[in-house]
């Protein structure tokens, strides 16, 4: 453990024996004690220098510091040690955890994954701005007096658990700080809920008075896809980030007609749908957009089309084929973007990348595109970008299986995603 700090050329050193309040050992001579009694860190470092000494130390040890004597527990419960601090119980045994709950004045975030941490927290005095419930599988009851008591400060909320209880929670409870909401799990309620059960509740104050400019929501199930699509539409003014998990196919063109409102949006994440075009020259503002990819093969998706009523003949299966190529990156969607990641699971990498590259006029303002999918087609993204796109970044975030090659014989240009160390590679054109 090191005891010491260096100010300027003078090393000042804080023995076990100042710090727990003991004598010194007989064999310290007595000048030498004496000497570094007077040396108290305390009363010579500045307190800015101790402040920042002090964010260095884990919650759980700042508390065991506080409580050594007064002086020490006045530093170590300033606010301006405590502001910055993000307690993750899995980073720390229970008992640390329900230790700093209980002495904090303050903290920037709290993972709650239990009720026993959550009562604590009702029954402490500190502060909390940003909550996260995403493992929290206890008493709703809760979780909803843990929200309601910090409901006026809360910048952050993650909830991963929704019902049609927690979801009025939420629509009766004011949240003037709230910033940035995610809403993950799917509803384990029979209850059906509605678009209309929200839709009225869930309204659109203008931009003036809604504060939320981040949401993320995943997982959503039939049951809980129209609230979300009353809850984007509320917000459609002020959201500048939005993050929206698979959707079924039912819904999944009145949440993108939702998300086209949003006029403000910089940053978009969405699956991959043939609904797409939906919001094409909708959302000027958009500057990064992410897309994962979870598609079929051109003869499955033949196939599925007979399965739907759709007669394929040997006339119009081209143009079936290609109208699904030509939807894989919809261009009104382009212009002005800087980021582009491209999430290739499950799909013919070779389709995506040639929609990139016919769509290379439209991407004047790309800086940066990021390519995810297994290893094997690194060779061919990069040569396909570089011929197209030389003024871009290529970022290429490869899953390696070549460990998987073996059992694989197909040799159709279908990649299939496997788990496997992951390899980053920058390439810089």
Same mark, same amino acid.
């Given at each position: 453990?090191?005891?010491?700090?260096?100010?300027?050329?003078?090393?000042?050193?804080?023995?076990? *024996?100042?710090?727990?309040?003991?004598?010194?050992?007989?064999?310290? !001579?007595?000048?030498?004690? !004496? !000497?570094? +009694?007077?040396?108290?860190?305390?009363?010579?470092?500045?307190?800015?220098?101790?402040?920042?000494? +002090?964010?260095?130390?884990?919650? #759980?040890?700042?508390?065991?510091?506080?409580?050594?004597?007064?002086?020490?527990?006045?530093?170590?419960?300033?606010?301006?040690?405590?502001?910055?601090? #993000?307690?993750?119980?899995?980073?720390?045994?229970?008992?640390?955890?329900?230790?700093?709950?209980?002495? !904090?004045?303050?903290?920037?975030?709290? #993972?709650?994954?239990?009720? #026993?941490?959550?009562?604590?927290?009702?029954?402490?005095?500190?502060?909390?701005?940003?909550?996260?419930?995403?493992?929290?599988?206890?008493?709703?009851?809760?979780?909803?007096?843990?929200?309601?008591?910090?409901?006026?400060?809360?910048? &952050?909320?993650?909830?991963?658990?929704?019902?049609?209880?927690?979801?009025?929670?939420?629509?009766?409870?004011?949240?003037?700080?709230?910033?940035?909401?995610?809403?993950?799990?799917?509803?384990?309620?029979?209850?059906?809920?509605?678009?209309?059960?929200?839709?009225?509740?869930?309204?659109?104050?203008?931009?003036?008075?809604?504060?939320?400019?981040?949401?993320?929501? +995943?997982? =959503?199930?039939?049951?809980?896809?129209?609230?979300?699509? &009353?809850?984007?539409?509320?917000?459609?003014?002020?959201?500048?980030?939005?993050?929206?998990?698979?959707?079924?196919?039912?819904?999944?063109?009145?949440?993108?007609?939702?998300?086209?409102? *949003?006029?403000?949006?910089?940053?978009?994440?969405?699956?991959?749908?043939?609904?797409?075009?939906?919001?094409?020259?909708?959302?000027?503002?958009?500057?990064?957009?992410?897309?994962?990819?979870?598609?079929?093969?051109?003869?499955?998706?033949?196939?599925?089309?007979?399965?739907?009523?759709?007669?394929?003949? +040997?006339?119009?299966?081209?143009?079936?084929?290609?109208?699904?190529?030509?939807?894989?990156?919809?261009?009104?969607?382009?212009?002005?973007?800087?980021?582009?990641?491209?999430?290739?699971? *499950?799909?013919?990498?070779?389709?995506?990348?040639?929609?990139? =590259?016919? *769509?290379?006029?439209?991407?004047?303002?790309?800086?940066?595109?990021?390519?995810?999918?297994?290893?094997?087609?690194?060779?061919?993204?990069?040569?396909?970008?570089?011929?197209?796109?030389?003024?871009?970044?290529?970022?290429?975030?490869?899953?390696?299986?070549?460990?998987?090659?073996?059992?694989?014989?197909?040799?159709?240009?279908? &990649?299939?995603?496997?788990?496997?160390?992951?390899?980053? =590679?920058?390439?810089?054109?």
């Amino acid at each position: 453990m090191n005891n010491g700090w260096q100010l300027g050329g003078q090393l000042v050193v804080l023995t076990a *024996c100042q710090t727990r309040g003991h004598r010194p050992p007989r064999s310290v !001579a007595a000048s030498d004690s !004496a !000497a570094r +009694f007077k040396m108290d860190p305390l009363q010579v470092l500045p307190k800015e220098i101790l402040l920042r000494l +002090f964010r260095t130390v884990s919650p #759980e040890d700042l508390v065991t510091l506080g409580q050594l004597n007064k002086p020490w527990r006045s530093l170590a419960r300033d606010p301006e040690i405590w502001k910055d601090v #993000e307690l993750e119980p899995d980073h720390c045994t229970v008992r640390d955890a329900v230790r700093v709950i209980r002495s !904090a004045p303050k903290l920037k975030s709290l #993972e709650l994954d239990s009720e #026993e941490l959550a009562e604590q927290l009702l029954q402490s005095n500190t502060e909390v701005t940003r909550l996260d419930f995403y493992k929290y599988e206890d008493s709703p009851d809760t979780l909803k007096k843990v929200v309601r008591k910090f409901a006026d400060r809360l910048e &952050s909320l993650e909830l991963g658990s929704l019902s049609p209880d927690i979801l009025d929670f939420l629509v009766e409870t004011e949240f003037p700080k709230l910033h940035s909401l995610t809403l993950s799990g799917s509803s384990d309620d029979d209850e059906v809920i509605s678009a209309s059960d929200y839709s009225g509740r869930w309204q659109d104050r203008g931009p003036g008075h809604s504060t939320l400019r981040e949401l993320a929501l +995943f997982s =959503v199930d039939d049951e809980l896809a129209p609230a979300m699509i &009353s809850l984007i539409t509320a917000h459609r003014h002020t959201l500048a980030e939005l993050e929206v998990g698979y959707i079924n196919g039912e819904h999944e063109e009145q949440m993108l007609q939702a998300v086209s409102q *949003c006029s403000g949006l910089s940053r978009l994440t969405l699956f991959w749908s043939d609904a797409l075009h939906v919001l094409s020259h909708k959302l000027p503002s958009l500057r990064s957009l992410e897309l994962e990819y979870i598609l079929e093969d051109p003869a499955l998706f033949l196939l599925r089309a007979r399965q739907q009523g759709v007669e394929v003949t +040997f006339d119009n299966r081209e143009d079936l084929t290609r109208e699904l190529r030509q939807d894989l990156l919809p261009a009104g969607l382009l212009p002005g973007l800087e980021e582009l990641r491209l999430e290739l699971t *499950c799909v013919d990498v070779n389709q995506v990348v040639n929609a990139v =590259v016919r *769509c290379a006029p439209h991407l004047a303002a790309l800086r940066t595109l990021t390519v995810s999918a297994s290893s094997r087609w690194s060779d061919v993204v990069s040569r396909a970008v570089a011929a197209a796109l030389p003024h871009v970044k290529l970022v290429l975030d490869m899953v390696d299986d070549s460990e998987d090659d073996s059992d694989d014989d197909s040799d159709d240009g279908s &990649s299939v995603y496997e788990d496997g160390d992951v390899d980053v =590679v920058l390439v810089k054109f």
